[in-house]
């Protein structure tokens, strides 16, 4: 993904650029050497789940079996060693978003739960009468707990409209956003267009209107490390599983002072100060919305996945990523019938790429691929309102990640042609 307004930051603790090739990164990832149908592995369907590599598989095999017991109450060497574990995940992930503090994570179980967790705790802050803005090309995580927040208390929801392309149409937001508005949530990057939102001018907006901004980072975050504070949002949640770690976690990032001011989500144990016959007085902080035992061999697994993503070398990957999209958008645009759902530059997108294929529906376009070893997505990618907003009820979805090659990108460019010429 292109650095520029994304809030993606270059990492730091990167390997030199030398050191990296496409090669050296397949062969971390053994899943990808296997056949499908009798072809090569071709895997694009990122944008749904991705895999780990084997220092992810590494790290998780040695916390089960060195460390593995219960965080944050063990009495002995090995609680003290997974909760040294568990918190130096949750570091990573401080590290990852540049959070002031990683008292600022929450561990979830991914992106919906986050999205659930912050609609029910900032709900209870607000009153019928108030307004949600959010936009019509949310995934359906990042819209329907706000829709029925705003049915449950009576709260106005507006809706961000797109452009033709999938973009969002950013012009009117001025208005939208009225001094009524207590919340806008949008996606940094959607997983139909692969289109980057301009949170900096979502954001400039929120602010002078004393609105809060939640962010749902599930497309975005699998592309490099961010920087929440550089965005100046106030929630971002993304999932392990887009993100090269385990599945059953993720991580929700709440700015401290917005954090101080919610109400506990899940109650139970792991997050209370104390409990009496009469009443229970909670934690404070990330910990306050942790209840129960968290999944902490996963959050684990996280760790190392962000360890592992800060040390890429991010110049040269999204070099090399903007020849695959170059390369693929100009093979898109030569098949016949053939339309593009998004953005048509290279620049300044993510590699996400959707398509719709006159007189032939996007399962049996998947289903075709699928034959040659070309994994793809096919369907409304839980994204309804942006669908009917663009006048399509499916698209097939191609989706890099950093161990895609040129020869993915021709055996889909390839083998789309030969299903259009199947199918038509
Ligand atoms: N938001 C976006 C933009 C997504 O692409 C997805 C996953 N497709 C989600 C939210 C939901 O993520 P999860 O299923 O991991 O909770």
């Given amino acids: 993904m292109s650095q520029s307004g994304t809030g993606q930051s270059g990492a730091d603790l990167a390997l030199p650029e030398a050191d990296w090739s496409p090669a050296s990164l397949r062969a971390q990832f053994p899943i990808l050497h296997r056949q499908v149908n009798g072809h090569a592995l071709h895997y694009l369907d990122n944008a749904a789940t991705t895999f780990s590599p084997l220092r992810v598989q590494e790290a998780v095999a040695g916390f089960e079996n060195h460390s593995r017991a219960n965080v944050q109450r063990g009495m002995h060497q090995l609680g003290v060693e997974a909760t040294d574990a568990f918190e130096a995940a949750r570091g990573s992930a401080a590290r990852y978003l540049n959070a002031a503090s990683s008292e600022e994570i929450i561990f979830t179980s991914g992106t919906t739960f986050g999205v659930n967790l912050a609609a029910h705790c900032l ?21 329907v707990p706000w829709q029925r927040l705003c049915e449950r208390l009576g709260l106005q929801m507006k809706l961000i409209p797109v452009q033709a392309s999938g973009s969002l149409d950013l012009d009117g937001l001025e208005t939208l956003v009225t001094e009524r508005c207590r919340l806008v949530a949008v996606s940094h990057v959607s997983n139909v267009t692969g289109s980057v939102t301009d949170l900096k001018t ?14 749902d980072g599930a497309q975005a975050a699998p592309h490099g490390p961010l920087d929440v504070q550089a965005l100046d949002v106030d929630c971002y949640a993304f999932s392990s599983h887009k993100c090269y770690g385990p599945t059953g976690v993720g991580v929700l990032w709440v700015r401290d002072a917005v954090l101080q001011t919610l109400p506990p989500f899940l109650v139970g144990g792991g997050m209370i100060e104390r409990v009496t016959c009469e009443g229970t007085r909670y934690l404070h902080g990330n910990r306050r919305f942790e209840a129960g035992t968290p999944p902490l061999v ?30 693929l958008l100009q093979g898109l645009s030569a098949i016949g019938g053939l339309s593009l759902v998004g953005e048509r530059q290279p620049q300044g997108r993510a590699p996400i790429f959707s398509f719709a294929i006159e007189g032939c529906h996007s399962h049996d376009v998947c289903q075709i691929l699928d034959d040659y070893g070309v994994a793809l997505r096919g369907g409304h990618h839980c994204a309804q309102p942006l669908m009917d907003s663009l006048g399509l009820t499916a698209t097939s979805r191609a989706s890099l990640a950093v161990f895609n090659t040129r020869e993915d990108v021709e055996a889909l460019l390839h083998a789309l042609q030969r299903t259009v010429e199947l199918l038509r």
């Fill in 123 to 143: 709900g209870q802050l607000l009153r019928t009468g108030d307004e949600i803005v959010v936009s019509v090309a949310e995934h359906h995580s990042n819209f």
């Fill in 202 to 215: 979502v954001s400039r907006v929120a602010r002078r209107r004393g609105a809060l901004l939640f962010v």
């Fill in 298 to 327: 996963q959050a684990v697994g996280l760790g190392a996945a962000l360890d592992w993503l800060m040390e890429l070398p991010w110049p040269a990957i999204r070099r090399y990523e903007l020849g695959l999209t170059t390369r």
